[in-house]
């Protein structure tokens, strides 16, 4: 029998074929903070080149100036989040919101770190880096952060969506009152359902997505709906899952429907295949189903980092929680013109909204 | 109970668990093809998650659902073929090398959205064809009847790989080589050139199933599978190796999955237990996996790689 056994220059391409496989995979991962990959800011393409061409001198140099970087010149800023940058839902509306902000900052980002393991990889590369301001922007990346901020005192950490800053004064926390803008949405659905049936896709019951459900839920209730149904799919990723709740919610006779995490995208597309209105919240998701989508709870997050590089540059890296709640701005409903609505219920919601705002509506979560 | 029942053995459900059933059926025929030739691949979801983005961008620019179908398979196909080479004619270790092809897919067909398409936007999706005559059938003619045309032809897959394994020359040679592909080799059957048409098809039926998938929900967004392709992968030992048995299984996972949501939706799960109902799929399927292990006789050499001697 003759040999013909694979030689070995052929493993060898295959070791090197393997590896540039995983190598590429790595790409998914925006921005990796290894290769120092900058994210362009829409409107600091400059500074974000600067960056990107000599990114070891800009780091030295934040080390040398420290607090007069902050005060006047330009801050660098992270953004690690679990789903993608411009997802219509969590972690857009961050991203959304830093590009909001005054002033030069270079903003980098490592976003799909649904893997709390990754994420703190990311979180530490950024810290080691130099990076001044980093938002680690999930709850589920706190048990990391009580590792990594006390390494690093002279870094910021910004950790949302949380209620407490685990005793470090180098993490700031924020959190929505995401229940107040669920509670106005509510009572709009209820007044365009002709059914009182209202159906909810939530992702895993936690975080922001209860405050908002629940909030959503009662602001129906109160206002007429005899039967809101929440269905919690136990993703925030499953889109197939989300589609197919919203075609039970709508099968078991919802005529609006709502939800909230990024996975809504597919209960999103039934809902515009059935003709059935839409609530979203987070981000504005009106260019999902521009003629549906009656409006959205949009976090306004930039408030909050605006307090964050102020404390900053006071000289307080931490210690102190932030809400954004309709009161302070940080949440605002934005009506999607695209949908009629009618102009009575519309002024009856604005009504709510400042009724919540003030304090003289409670949400009843 | 009674109201349990109603909500589990409605029409909707049965649509509904038909609909999520038909990614897993697809993908794990593809892999009892290649299993069956006693090759793992654990590559099926990110082959499905290259294949699913592929599809979607084709369908997003070209606005062709049949072009997008066909992106699906060629893609799978293409993937095929690396894993092929770097399985068979370089005998890597099938574990590590699907598990790169996985995160290949995963991180490329994130970066690719990301940089091509970024914020998700909706697509035509694949209509369903109502079948004449069938369609009316009280009850099961609009559960059964209704769908697109990608999960017929899922469910035409299962007699067509049936007879492709029992009753082809190529089905025969590729269970000989599943048990023993030096006995196979020496007998004149190349184990590697058959081993590469199975690894072929059944990438070819990943790719379809990301296809499916993604057209079926006229969106794509980043690890859109969710671990499906795993599932998939599951699902071929659940169901012993044979097509029936995979359909069996994907079916049931399909179901259970369309069941919990309905009964959540009625309000018929407390809400504290609403997080546990959601891992029912996994859970039952693990159970059967436990009962069924040691009754079912894995291929002999499945995850051996071969090396003529």
Known sequence: MSKTRTPKLWRLLAAIFALALVAAACGGTDDDPATDTTEAMEDDAETTEAMEDDDAETTEAMEDDDGEAMAGGTISMAIVAPSAKDDLAFTQSMVDSIAALDGDIDLQITDGT???????????????AGVEVIVAHGTQYGGSLAEIAPDFPETTFVWGT??????????????????????????????????GNIGIVGPVEAGDAV??????ANGAKDNGATDVSIVYTGSFGDVALAAETAQAHITNGADVLSGSAQMVVGAVGVAAQNGVPWFG??????????????????????????QVLDARAAGTLGGEV????????????????????????KTAAEATIAAVADGSQSTGV | MLEYLEAIFSVAVLASGIRLATPYLLAGLGETVGQRSGVLNLG???????????????????????????????VGLVMGIIYAIVTVFFEAQQGISGIGIFLFGLGFSDLMFQKNVGTPR??????????PVLSDL??????????SVVIYGAFLLVPAVAWLLRKTTFGMNVRAVGENPQAADSLGVSAQRTRFIAILIGNVLAGLAGGALVLQLGVFQPNLTQGLGFIAVALVYFGAWRPSGVMVGALLYGLVAASVLQLKALQLIPRSYSDIAAMAPAVLTIAALVILAGRVKAPAALTRPFARH
């Open chain 2, 138 to 147: 009280p009850v099961l003619g609009e559960a059964l009847f209704s769908h």
């Open chain 1, 211 to 216: 405050a908002y459900i629940d909030g959503f």
């Open chain 1, 114 to 128: 649904f893997v709390v393991e990754e994420a703190a990889a990311a979180i530490r590369g950024y810290a080691e």
């Open chain 1, 281 to 306: 919240t987070q981000a504005n998701q009106a260019s999902l189903a521009p003629d549906l989508v009656v409006a959205s709870q949009v976090y306004h997050w930039e408030g909050v980092l605006q």
């Open chain 2, 122 to 131: 909706f697509v035509k999706s694949l209509p369903d064809v109502r079948i």
């Open chain 1, 162 to 195: 949380a209620s407490d800053t685990q005793g470090l004064d180098n993490i700031f926390a924020y959190y929505p009152a995401a229940d107040e803008g669920g509670y106005v949405l509510g009572t709009i659905a209820a007044a365009i359902s002709e059914s």
């Open chain 2, 44 to 74: 099926v979801d990110g082959v499905m998650q290259l294949s699913a983005f592929f599809a979607y961008w084709t369908v997003l620019v070209h606005e062709n659902l049949w072009l997008g179908i066909g992106v699906s398979v060629l």
């Open chain 1, 322 to 345: 932030f809400e954004i709640n309709l009161g302070n701005g940080g949440l605002v409903i934005e009506f999607n013109d695209g949908y009629p609505l009618d102009p009575a219920v």
